[in-house]
């Protein structure tokens, strides 16, 4: 069973579309982080939020962390080729645990 | 910093033999992780140190798989003997405490024939 259910595992849009992925668990998490993963390369960190109802935006990237700390959503506004990737949710039950990943959203962006 | 160094980038071995990965962390960082990524299961955690002490090892998934951390910037991964299903992207990771930023090294892909 996967602690981080991520959704969709694939998504294919058009240059300048929007788009949510989600990543859901029924476990609470005391922080979450997103990170890009390029193919060839590890996985690079986005963002991490701790509060619950969190939001945080990264010039077209905008990530919510749930109000229960169960589940966090990130939204792409006007996607570029450039936004290709796989992107994994993490998350870490306490501050002395490692941390978890989901099996990740893999997008293509085509111009 | 240069990063968190895998070695090496790919490896092609046959079904039987020894297969050694190794993972050089960021100077500093007390955490290190060794991680298995496939597309049927993801990104999974194998085993992790703290302060070169092995911590958790649930995650190995047979006796085959072994893991030593002699130093604080040096860790390896043996799987012996490989077999076919061992094939995937094999990851180290550390970190400056247990949950902060995972750098990540570019991966070691390991096929098995």
């Known amino acids: 069973t996967q602690l981080l259910e991520q959704s969709p595992q694939f998504l294919s849009i058009q240059e300048g579309e929007n788009l949510t992925v989600y990543c859901n668990s029924s476990s609470v998490f005391s922080s979450l982080q997103w990170y890009r993963q390029e193919p060839g390369e590890g996985p690079v960190l986005l963002v991490t939020v701790v509060t619950g109802g969190e939001v945080k935006k990264l010039k077209r990237l905008t990530f919510q962390f749930g109000d229960a700390r169960k589940d966090s959503s990130l939204h792409i506004t006007a996607a570029q080729p450039g936004d290709t990737g796989l992107y994994l949710c993490?998350?870490?039950?306490?501050?002395?645990?490692?941390?978890?990943f989901g099996k990740g959203t893999r997008l293509s962006v085509i111009a | 910093d240069a990063g968190v160094i895998q070695s090496p980038r790919h490896e092609v071995t046959e079904m039987g033999q020894e297969v050694t990965l190794r993972c050089k962390p960021i100077?500093?960082?007390?955490?290190l992780f060794w991680y298995r990524q496939t597309m049927m299961r993801g990104l999974e955690l194998l085993i992790y140190?703290?302060?070169?002490?092995?911590?958790?090892d649930s995650g190995m998934p047979e006796d085959r798989f072994s893991a030593k951390m002699p130093n604080a910037s040096f860790s390896t991964l043996k799987i012996q003997p490989s077999e076919p299903r061992d094939s995937a992207v094999y990851f180290c990771?550390?970190?400056?405490?247990?949950?902060?930023?995972?750098?990540f090294g570019q991966g070691t892909r390991l096929t098995v024939v």
């Open positions: 990771a550390s970190t400056l405490g247990w949950s902060t930023e995972a750098f």
């Open positions: 993490a998350g870490a039950k306490t501050g002395n645990t490692p941390l978890v």
């Open positions: 140190f703290n302060n070169n002490v092995p911590i958790d």
């Open positions: 100077s500093g960082h007390n955490s």
